[in-house]
């Protein structure tokens, strides 16, 4: 059972060694376009809210 887990540390030790010496060990995805609509809507859902909550108090006239 010990020399299991002694070869699984040490291929895990190489594995990160490994990725370590590489420049870029993950590529970067970009952001998708169902998540961009949704990062927008979630923001101009955040504005319109914010918006209605200063037209619910007639004595300010200031929205930002």
Same mark, same amino acid.
């Given at each position: 059972?010990?020399? =299991? !887990?002694?070869?699984?540390? =040490? &291929? +895990?030790? &190489?594995?990160? /060694?490994? !990725? ?12 998708? &376009?169902?998540?961009?609509?949704? +990062? %927008?809507? %979630?923001?101009?859902? =955040? ?9 619910? /108090?007639?004595?300010? /006239?200031?929205?930002?």
């Amino acid at each position: 059972m010990a020399n =299991q !887990l002694e070869n699984l540390v =040490q &291929s +895990i030790k &190489s594995k990160v /060694r490994s !990725l370590k010496k590489s420049k870029k060990p993950y590529i970067k995805m970009d952001k998708s &376009s169902s998540v961009k609509v949704e +990062i %927008r809507s %979630r923001k101009a859902k =955040q504005l319109i809210d914010k918006t209605l909550k200063k037209a619910d /108090r007639p004595g300010k /006239r200031s929205i930002s």
